[in-house]
């Protein structure tokens, strides 16, 4: 994705972008002052490529302010709260030219992306070791391009200040066709096969029947008592929805049932590399294998 300087800038309280990841290197939570935390690692590997597109999306659309949690992390952390950290251990070529909004892992080497701004949002299919895109759809001049997800064979995209939503084939996307849902507008999409999750800029994580739109359930996000607004990208990985948190360094993990966070993935740290790398944005995006969990203090 190009620079601030050399696109169109967004329209006012949108997500910004910033510059995904530099060469391979690790990141950890540091504690600042002993006893320093202990690292235990979990693979992954299963959820490798879902991570990867929040990754990507957490890196584009948080602000350029370093170090800056969640309202509700800035209380006193839950004595029961998990905070993990993350190693990146592999890096693609990606198109600057696109502003990504949405990105999964279509299988056999390939990614579907859904890209934003006026007059330049698509849906592409992109070979992955090259970032080469195979297939693009080019969206109306009018439509911002957001969220993306896979249920079975169909594409589902939302867009942004609409109501609107497109369903592709995933085989020819000339084959396609419109919805409407009841969210605000459309910021995140994701699946668990059965039901599609919306966010929509609020602290609201939508349940929604994939053939109707009818939302069967809505719950709040929250961490303790606080809500945790600007839910933004979403993916759904074992049981649990991935929320990239628009203007922070953060994804929480929440779970359906009751929109409770169990759990913050940090990127602060990623922010940092990233701002020294000198790397143009959008050049790259990371795939991350595994996060190691962290317990001590949960930010410096």
């Given at each position: 994705?190009?620079?601030?300087?050399?696109?169109?800038?967004?329209?006012?309280?949108?997500?910004?972008?910033?510059?995904?990841?530099?060469?391979?290197?690790?990141?950890?939570?540091?504690?600042?002052?002993?006893?320093?935390?202990?690292?235990?690692?979990?693979?992954?590997?299963?959820?490798?490529?879902?991570?990867?597109?929040?990754?990507?999306?957490?890196?584009?659309?948080?602000?350029?302010?370093?170090?800056?949690?969640?309202?509700?992390?800035?209380?006193?952390?839950?004595?029961?709260?998990?905070?993990?950290?993350?190693?990146?251990?592999?890096?693609?070529?990606?198109?600057?030219?696109?502003?990504?909004?949405?990105?999964?892992?279509?299988?056999?080497?390939?990614?579907?992306?859904?890209?934003?701004?006026?007059?330049?949002?698509?849906?592409?299919?992109?070979?992955?070791?090259?970032?080469k895109v195979l297939v693009h759809?080019?969206?109306?001049?009018?439509?911002?391009?957001?969220?993306?997800?896979?249920?079975?064979?169909?594409?589902?995209?939302?867009?942004?200040?609409?109501?609107?939503?497109?369903?592709?084939?995933?085989?020819?996307?000339?084959?396609?066709?419109?919805?409407?849902?009841?969210?605000?507008?459309?910021?995140?999409?994701?699946?668990?096969?059965?039901?599609?999750?919306?966010?929509?800029?609020?602290?609201?994580?939508?349940?929604?029947?994939?053939?109707?739109?009818?939302?069967m359930k809505m719950v709040t996000?929250?961490?303790?008592?606080?809500?945790?607004?600007?839910?933004?990208?979403?993916?759904?990985?074992?049981?649990?929805?991935?929320?990239?948190?628009?203007?922070?360094?953060?994804?929480?993990?929440?779970?359906?049932?009751?929109?409770?966070?169990?759990?913050?993935?940090?990127?602060?740290?990623?922010?940092?590399?990233?701002?020294?790398?000198?790397?143009?944005?959008?050049?790259?995006?990371?795939?991350?294998?595994?996060?190691?969990?962290?317990?001590?203090?949960?930010?410096?």
């Amino acid at each position: 994705m190009p620079s601030a300087s050399r696109r169109r800038p967004p329209p006012p309280h949108r997500r910004r972008a910033m510059p995904p990841a530099s060469s391979t290197f690790s990141i950890s939570i540091s504690a600042p002052q002993p006893p320093k935390p202990l690292y235990l690692r979990r693979p992954l590997i299963a959820v490798a490529a879902a991570l990867a597109a929040l990754l990507l999306i957490a890196a584009a659309y948080a602000t350029w302010r370093v170090g800056s949690p969640p309202a509700a992390l800035l209380g006193r952390p839950a004595a029961a709260s998990r905070f993990y950290s993350f190693d990146l251990v592999r890096e693609y070529p990606h198109d600057p030219d696109a502003f990504t909004q949405g990105l999964l892992y279509g299988g056999n080497d390939t990614l579907f992306e859904s890209t934003g701004l006026y007059h330049r949002s698509s849906v592409r299919e992109v070979e992955l070791p090259t970032g080469k895109v195979l297939v693009h759809h080019q969206m109306d001049g009018d439509m911002f391009g957001e969220g993306l997800t896979l249920l079975g064979d169909r594409l589902f995209q939302v867009t942004w200040l609409k109501n609107d939503g497109f369903i592709y084939d995933r085989h020819n996307f000339t084959k396609r066709k419109s919805f409407t849902h009841k969210m605000r507008d459309g910021w995140g999409l994701a699946t668990d096969g059965k039901v599609l999750f919306g966010s929509d800029g609020s602290s609201k994580l939508y349940q929604m029947d994939p053939k109707s739109f009818k939302v069967m359930k809505m719950v709040t996000v929250k961490y303790q008592d606080n809500e945790v607004p600007n839910i933004n990208e979403l993916e759904y990985i074992d049981g649990e929805v991935w929320a990239n948190v628009w203007q922070t360094d953060c994804i929480a993990r929440v779970s359906p049932e009751d929109g409770q966070v169990l759990s913050w993935i940090f990127l602060h740290e990623l922010r940092r590399n990233l701002l020294n790398s000198g790397y143009t944005v959008g050049s790259l995006f990371v795939i991350v294998l595994f996060c190691p969990v962290v317990d001590g203090p949960f930010w410096n």
